[in-house]
């Protein structure tokens, strides 16, 4: 328990700077979306001079852009790119750190198992973006409410921001499972931003190619606006890889982490 309050504390400050930069960059964008609905057409016929395969890597659908959901499904886009960042910083960080700030040794001296250690630091990782979630999701449903100029499925909004936990969650399990098994992490940031902007690209070459079986490869197509709008309801398939990505990462990481050799300082 120890661990988990440590954990928690230390990434306080960091927790609070993304969820405000995640909120503040969503209302700024969002207070653009009356000015855009009052001249819906002139925007669409700029838009529809675009390829479509920009549109498509860019998440653009002309057809709903004047729509306050269809609006904000692309601005959901970018905010996905980031919450994923951050999720990817802290399952990366938070294991890899004892290793980087040569503190392993001590922390395994301490009366408690390896699983405990590990299970503390997921717990503490796990709370620190449910809480960024939890605060996006109302104050987005504020926002969207304030500037809404047309009527829209709230149960369609609230599947599309509860997306970015989601996605979230997949991030933490993959930034967790490579701070396990990578040896050493001297820059977090890189692998971090690396390994989100790589998916992010993939999942924009299968928007392009048209190839669904692509969008397997990238988290971030999982959760496709689109349907939801359409559907209100995610694709199970889609849920089903994420959860099994999710458990395979968290098993893999468990069993190696009370195996591997922890070297001293």
Known sequence: MNVFFHEVRAYRKTTIIWTLSLVGMMALFMSMFPTIARDIEEYQKVLDGFPDAMKQALGLQV??????????????????LCGAIQAMNVGTAIVSKEVREKTADFLLTKPITRKAILTAKMVAAFTSILFTSLVYIVVSWLVVSVVATDAYSIKAFFLISLSLFLLQVIFLGIGIFLSVFLPKIKSVLSVSLGTVFAFFIIGMLSSTEGDGFKRYLSPFKYFDSSYIMEHTSYEGAFLLVGLGIVLIATIASFIHYTKKDIHSV
């Open 63 to 80: 057809e709903t852009f004047g729509s306050v959901l269809g609006f904000y499904s692309y601005v959901f886009v970018y905010i996905s």
